[in-house]
């Protein structure tokens, strides 16, 4: 009896082992244990001299996604301020330029971030731009992302924990270069704008944020989509799911005209409607002056050099503002309404310190920084993203379709966004930029 009892004990005791390393090696703890030593080995091999074994280690660090970002960084996190070859080994793994600022993980494949995203239950933030998110001279719109809106605490980890990232190219970004004729070079890029949509796991559009805006309102307007989404999320009827979509976008437009109103009443201005029709000119004659104008922070980056591209008419050297609403002087004043709500966090300003001349003044630089994402915060909201909200809540755009046909909508509506508010029309391959109806003594273009 001694010899059963002691035999079932010792049996007991292995079978109670037995489950303890079952649940120990199913725990997520002891998954990711298992795979740090293949991470450790793949950051290691990803800054190697052989640029193969760096590139496959780089390919493999973006299958751990975040993961794989956060193990680079936190092996690096005290070199990668000093030393541009390991950010931008970081950046290969991000897919993003300034990565270390960031430690944000973007997908350049829309179908990887929805599978993605049915996976998590996250939503999928997609950003479309002139250019490439990872390279330095994309447009200046995502460009200013880089530095007033990834590297910003809030606004990062917002984007880690519920989003998942993509960004995809738009077109290619023209680029101007001034030789000095003594070796140095100055070399910028013109035209073009960024917008960031919210999708569904299908990829259908929830709602877009146009342009540059302030930290503290690109979370708000990425909190408020992110609620639609969770709405729809509980339902699966067509019909239902419509009526949230428009609903949505109806009360943030109301919101937005009671704002509207609210502003011209405080700098004493008349009322007017907030859905006027913007003074824009036909697709056929516009110009790339025209379009820099839409920004206040690229049009000061651009608009210079701009001036002086045969583009410009010798009558328009300077374009009137694109805004018929308000004067460039209002939109100043109604900014400044809002200018205590704008500001740049350490991320931010120690990524504006490292790039900027050592003979630069940093709160200078910085205060106009401020000043200008104020500007475009306002008339983003007012101009572009009313418009936005006003076509989704005349049911346009909802992605209502069949499996097939969700990418339709995200497409047609980039195509307007594009076309009749960034005025950068598909059906001009020059942007704007060239101007038939001048002469430059130089053989056309092709």
Not at 133 to 156: H, I, K, M, Q, W
Request: include cysteine; aromatic fraction near 8%; glycine fraction near 4%.
């Amino acid at each position: 009896m001694l010899v059963k009892k002691s035999l079932a004990n010792s049996c007991f005791a292995l079978l109670s082992l037995g489950a303890i390393a079952i649940s120990a090696i199913s725990s997520p703890q002891a998954v990711i244990a298992s795979e740090q030593p293949s991470l450790d080995s793949l950051v290691q091999q990803a800054v190697s001299k052989d640029q193969v074994t760096s590139q496959q280690a780089i390919a493999k660090l973006r299958e751990f996604k975040n993961t794989g970002v956060d193990a680079f960084w936190n092996a690096y996190q005290k070199d990668l301020p000093n030393n541009p070859q390991l950010r931008a080994t970081l950046d290969a793994i991000c897919q993003q330029k300034d990565c270390d600022a960031s430690r944000l993980y973007w997908y350049k494949d829309l179908e990887a971030a929805k599978t993605e995203s049915k996976e998590s239950g996250k939503p999928i933030l997609s950003l479309r731009l002139l250019g490439n998110l990872n390279d330095e001279l994309s447009c200046a719109n995502s460009r200013f992302f880089r530095t007033a809106l990834y590297p910003n605490a809030g606004v990062s980890q917002l984007l880690r924990d519920r989003f998942i990232l993509h960004w995809q190219s738009e077109r290619p970004v023209p680029k101007v270069t001034i030789d000095f004729g003594d070796g140095r070079k100055l070399e910028q890029t013109l035209t073009g704008n960024s917008i960031h949509y919210v999708l569904d796991s299908d990829g259908r559009p929830i709602d877009a944020i146009p342009g540059l805006y302030s930290p503290q309102a690109f979370i708000e307007n990425l909190k408020d989509a992110e609620g639609a989404e969770q709405l729809l999320n509980n339902t699966n009827d067509v019909k239902l799911r419509r009526e949230i979509l428009v609903k949505y976008h109806r009360d943030r437009l109301a919101k937005i005209e009671r704002n509207w109103q609210s502003d011209l009443k405080r700098l004493n201005l008349p009322a007017q409607r907030l859905l006027e029709p913007i003074a824009m000119r036909s697709l056929a004659n516009v110009d790339a002056t025209i379009a820099s104008r839409l920004t206040v922070g690229k049009m000061a980056v651009e608009l210079p050099t701009l001036t002086r591209t045969p583009s410009a008419p010798i009558s328009e050297v300077i374009p009137p503002s694109p805004f018929a609403k308000l004067s460039d002087a209002n939109w100043a004043r109604l900014a400044r309404l809002y200018q205590n709500r704008v500001y740049l966090d350490q991320g931010s300003l120690k990524l504006m310190e490292r790039k900027l001349s050592p003979s630069a003044s940093m709160p200078t630089v910085v205060n106009s920084f401020e000043r200008a994402i104020a500007q475009d915060t306002v008339r983003n909201e007012y101009v572009f993203h009313a418009q936005i909200h006003s076509w989704f809540a005349n049911g346009e755009f909802l992605g209502n379709e069949n499996l097939n046909g969700n990418s339709m909508a995200l497409n047609s509506l980039n195509r307007r966004v594009y076309d009749q508010l960034f005025l950068t029309p598909a059906s001009d391959p020059w942007l704007g930029l060239v101007n038939e109806n001048v002469y430059t003594g130089i053989s056309k273009v092709n």
